[in-house]
């Protein structure tokens, strides 16, 4: 079978039996989705023998890079000990203490506690069921409201997809759930007005406190942010937001919850992003990075002041999942975690490609298509705008030229992600300085291609 023969048979196939998350799928098979058959470190390669340098890590996941044998090799070892084996009804095993143990070691100070999870999604939907028993247990059962950001991304569950701030995700199956209050988010280039940074990181912060004015603190049980929004856009807030939120919170009993899906295990150049940005959480959700995406789990850290609620007058916390601390997804985070802290990730993260990248990417903003050029550790974007230096302007129909980018970009040979008309990256920690150039030149290349059909198209 010739190779575009075998694409076509997987998209034949796929078509006929294969729903896509987040996917049009009438379009999606109109047009046949890409077969990725192997990864290799920063590449990846399709089933028509295309290498692609994988710009986004999976998706904000494959930290320490794809086809590391390690982590395949202490899968098997954990599979021929015991493949499955739950943690529930006084059970444990090896994989999960090990794995607790470590957490306990990596995450910042106040966290010694985890419960273990499947997914980003299952974390913060264990995250509104702890900090509601939380405030119960303490006989403060109204305090139930969940304060979180408009374009946040939480997940894809009823209590998730609720906390996230994202109306196409609400506008299907009638979310949000009761008793979740979205406010605005530190997005200084898309809604800072003739704001400085610094002033608007300020206001924007000081949303929560109008939301706890009007809501009262008696009923609002906490408040949930990402250091930086990813799936937003790549929303890295002005430097004085979390100072802000942080004397809010202060003397308030609102416990704060850092959703470090994303952010978590170095994305940001610390191990977690509360450390790049001082936050001091009383919840840390955590998931991808945590196993680099090699199998699915996710956890909730949870802070000393919440586990000696939960683990004392508590009682049964009535919640868990069938795979919570699966072992053989236990056994592989444990190996990433091993890799991530022996090859220095990230340190390298800081220290080295990060700088090396940042410095690169930054340099695009130069481009007549790039509004803002930004990235904090290995996490950024490129705001596509019609008519720089403006930040008031706007593409129509917002998303269009996002996605004609993505595309160019996808066929350059460098995957980056759309987010309305911005490109976003998150790279593997491994990536090497000459790969970072190639994504560099790829990216320059896909704004001079996108640029021409946008001119093309009339709209600049
Ligand atoms: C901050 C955050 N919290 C929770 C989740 C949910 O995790 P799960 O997907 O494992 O349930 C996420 C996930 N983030 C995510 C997931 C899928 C796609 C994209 C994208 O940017 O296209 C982003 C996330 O970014």
Known sequence: ?????????????????????????KSLNAEG???????????IYDSDGNRILDGMAGLWCVNIGHGRKEIADAIQRQMAEISYYNTFFKTTHPPAVALAETLARLTPTQFNHVFFVNSGSEANDTVIRMVRHYWATL??????VIVARWNAYHGSTMGGGSLGGMKPIHSQGGLPIPDIHHIAQPYWFGEGGDMTPDEFGVAAARALETAIDEIGEDRIGAFIAEPIQGAGGVIIPPATYWPEIARILKDREILLVADEVIT????????????????EA???????GLSSGYLPIGGVMVSDKVAEVLIGPGGEFNHGFTYSAHPVAAAAALENLRIIEDDRLVERVRDDIGPYLQERWRAL???????EARMTGLMGALELVP???????AFPDTGKVGTIARDFSFRNGLVMRAVRDSLILSPPFTLSHEEADYLVATARKTL???LAEVKRLGLK
């Open 139 to 144: 006989g403060k059962p109204r305090k139930t």
């Open 387 to 393: 008519d720089k230096p403006s930040r008031k302007s």
């Open 448 to 450: 001079d291609d996108t």
């Open 365 to 371: 903003g130069e481009h007549p298509l790039v509004g």
């Open 264 to 279: 978590g295990f170095g994305r940001t150049g610390n191990w977690f992003g509360s450390e790049t940005f001082g936050i």
């Open 33 to 43: 989705s890409r077969v990725i058959v192997r990864g290799e470190g920063s590449w």
């Open 1 to 25: 079978m010739t190779l575009s023969n075998l694409t076509a048979d997987y998209r034949a196939r796929d078509a006929a039996h294969h729903i896509h998350p987040f996917s049009d799928m």
């Open 282 to 288: 009383d919840l840390m959700p955590i998931a991808k």
